[in-house]
């Protein structure tokens, strides 16, 4: 898994990123959101991403936080929600104003989202709801360092153990804390 990017910003032309890495160039589809956060081309530049493998080929996603990336990691578990209409959502909000639209249950602020109808905004909500009202974090960052930790050969009861107290925090935290709390036993 490709969980981040820098390199040098060779291209930016919505929706589309061109990032030289080690002289290979990863091209990355990014919410509009990201592009005005982006350093001039030719700069350096660190994004966050998500790789999916799709019968259609591979496509590689880049944010300009981690934020933005958890939470459209949240929206392709929605049922009905591709990788596009989860880009478009973040294109045309940001991450703190769809929760707040969640929580006011605003299913027509989400309607004027393109691509978003009637259907697919009343499954959002109640989908993001639920995941908000059993406490499941916006991205799930912790289910990300255990799915981490799973794929570094740690057993599901270590996991716990070594996530153990560990909540709120960013991914590269919990991780260091995790392998720091495996280094000392």
């Known amino acids: 898994m490709i969980a981040s990017l820098r390199g040098v910003l060779l291209q930016k032309i919505p929706p589309r990123l061109v990032v030289e890495v080690g002289g290979?160039?990863?091209e990355l589809l990014a919410p509009l959101s990201t592009f005005p956060l982006l350093p001039e081309v030719g700069s350096e530049v660190r994004l966050w991403t998500v790789f999916r493998l799709q019968n259609d080929g591979a496509q590689l996603f880049g944010f300009a936080s981690e934020e933005e990336?958890?939470?459209f990691q949240e929206l392709l578990r929605i049922s009905g929600v591709g990788p596009r209409t989860a880009l478009a959502i973040l294109s045309g909000i940001s991450p703190g104003e769809l929760a707040e639209i969640v929580s006011r249950g605003d299913e027509e602020r989400l309607q004027k989202l393109p691509g978003i109808g009637k259907k697919t905004a009343s499954r959002l909500l109640f989908e993001l709801r639920e995941r908000?009202?059993?406490g499941a974090e916006p991205g799930g960052v912790r289910r990300e360092a255990e799915e981490a930790?799973?794929?570094l050969g740690f057993q599901p009861r270590e996991i716990e153990r070594l996530l153990d107290g560990t909540a709120g925090e960013t991914l590269e935290e919990l991780l260091r804390k995790a392998l720091?709390?495996?280094s000392l036993r």
Do not use: F
């Open 24 to 26: 290979v160039g990863y």
């Open 69 to 71: 990336r958890s939470v």
């Open 132 to 134: 908000l009202e059993t």
């Open 149 to 151: 930790l799973r794929a």
């Open 180 to 182: 720091k709390r495996a």
